[in-house]
């Protein structure tokens, strides 16, 4: 009998019921946080007198040796055991006998799964932020190499300002930036320990102990809480969520960029794909299915929040629904944070492309009309000068820029030999200088600080 609760039944476990009940085929991926939190709890039975100091040193070593044989593949999991904790606990007794037996003093398997669920997600909160701060040194770099770029900015996709693609790449840096403020801000938050439920026990456990042990700041407040409480891997699932929805953006605009439409990049070979049938095409497929995945790692989200919306205090079988979805946004998420990494810090920027883009599209039209503001022109009355201008250049198909002197004195008198140097790309970029804007001066200040930031340490990383 593998099951720790055979005393009171009679029967066997319907075959299918075991399969539908089991969670170790999934949950086996938490051994170590399962076997650290046992050490944790048996140093704490010993130090109280609950169990001898001899049978908490014979529990840790033996917990050492399972630890030490799964990882070399010695131990197996095999499917007579129902989850983790019974594969730790039934192997433990199997080698050490009634000290084994020992072990589960003062501690559900419900206290152990809230425990070793978030040892896990505390683990992989780290992970996912230090990924985040590799792509973010990528993405910085690619500011600093392309201050001078100039490119269209865009709003309903129509080209609206001339902006470069240091500040371009800059939002990005921002938003992933925010991503890693929420790790920070969720590592602080869910550090407390949820071992010694439901109820609390009569055992003289020493919470505090486990806690400072595992490192948690403290023990949870209230021990039903403590074991019923999923809200931190939500909110771990809403920033994946997040961050997910970021690179799913910013995939958009590769597989734009990529298209022969734009050809404003070129994706390494070692990042696309080619097509089975048509010699010439080199797919964005990378890009694709990463915005693909977006899905999943939303449905992770929805999915807990459904789960979790009905169940009473506290704990309840439904919960082992957090793992599977959860373990899937966490690996979809790394990987396609690794991906996009790679992808981007090897892909050519077609300089020229952009800047002849910038400069055909009259994105320099607000500033054509802000020159005739400063000669005296009332604002509105500008625009619709500089709208017929427009128009007129449409007809020709050429910029702006191309008009003589003479045809833009055809629209108003204020225009003068230095409308030129107003409207050049350099300018019109140049002259934005507010905090947060493509100009020089202002990028140069956003990239210095954002070195800054990533030489800080945030709470995720102490
Ligand atoms: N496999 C369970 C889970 O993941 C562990 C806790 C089981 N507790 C219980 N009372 N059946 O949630």
Redesign the pocket.
Known sequence: MAQLWGGRFTKETDALVKRFN??LPF?QRLYRQDIRGSVAHAAMLGKQGIITDEEAQTIIEALGGILADIESGKLEFTDQY????SFVEAHLIDRIGDAGKKLHTGR???D??ALD?KLYIRDEVREVDLLLKHFLQTILHVMEENLDTFMPGFTHLQKAQPVTLAHHFGAYFEMFRRDREHLSSLVLRMNTCPLGALAGTTYPLDREFTARELGFDIPTRNSMDGVSDRDYLIEFLSTLATCQMHLSRFSEEVILWNSNEYRFIEIDDGFSTGSSIMPQKKNPDIAELVRGKTGRVYGALASLMTTMKGIPLA?N?D??E??EVAFDAIDTVKDNIRLFDGMIATMKFRKDVMAASAKNGFTNATDAADYLVLKGVPFRDAHGIIGRLVLYCIDRNCALDDLSVDEFRKFSDQFDEDIYEAISLETCVEKRLTEGAPGRASMERAIEASRQYLEDKTDAER
């Open positions: 089991d969670s949950d129902e989850d983790i904790h559900s398997r419900n152990q799964v669920m704990y079988k919960m082992q957090d793992k």
